[in-house]
């Protein structure tokens, strides 16, 4: 659906004064997806059930929270959210050499294999093996989508304002 979506993006209904839009603590439903700028898609959920979060709750990362206030229910709009608001820069400090003795014995080490390392006082962090060579084994500790442009398409199914006692209003 994504494919088709590139002459949809940017339409709003035409009766869209009246509705409600996204704005902190609004219970939003939407579909999305995240693709790379080469169309390259990430993650969607335009053929499957809509997602839904209250925006501020820390559910969505806050550069792609930003681009969704102001949208209205029906809006269906595309934005290219840099680096910098998505996933982070890649950071050369996340990446880490390390002794071949620090893993299991038994762990067949490749390059790609996610392995999750325990860290001190903030439980466990996953890292990205990037090469074996001999006793010395690359680990990139960056997110695997640092450092990329992503696609951010909606399609803002329906926008509950949430009034300031706490009661949903449609």
Do not use: W
Request: charged share 20%.
């Amino acid at each position: 659906m994504s494919g088709q979506a590139d002459d949809q993006c940017g339409r709003e209904p035409a009766d869209c004064a009246a509705l409600p839009r996204v704005g902190q603590g609004s219970r939003v439903t939407l579909h999305f997806s995240l693709t790379l700028p080469d169309g390259a898609v990430i993650d969607s959920n335009f053929d499957t059930r809509p997602a839904v979060f209250t925006v501020g709750d820390g559910n969505l990362l806050p550069g792609f929270e930003a681009v969704l206030l102001g949208l209205a229910a029906g809006a269906r709009q595309c934005f290219e959210i840099p680096p910098e608001q998505a996933f982070g820069l890649v950071n050369a400090g996340n990446r880490h050499v390390l002794s071949r003795s620090q893993f299991p014995p038994d762990l067949e080490l490749e390059e790609g294999l996610v392995v999750s390392f325990s860290m001190a006082g903030n439980g466990e962090t996953p890292g990205v093996v990037t090469s074996v060579e001999g006793d010395r084994v690359r680990v990139d500790f960056n997110h695997p989508l640092a450092g990329k442009t992503i696609i951010f398409e909606v399609y803002v199914q329906e926008v509950q304002a949430i009034s300031h006692t706490g009661a949903e209003q449609a």
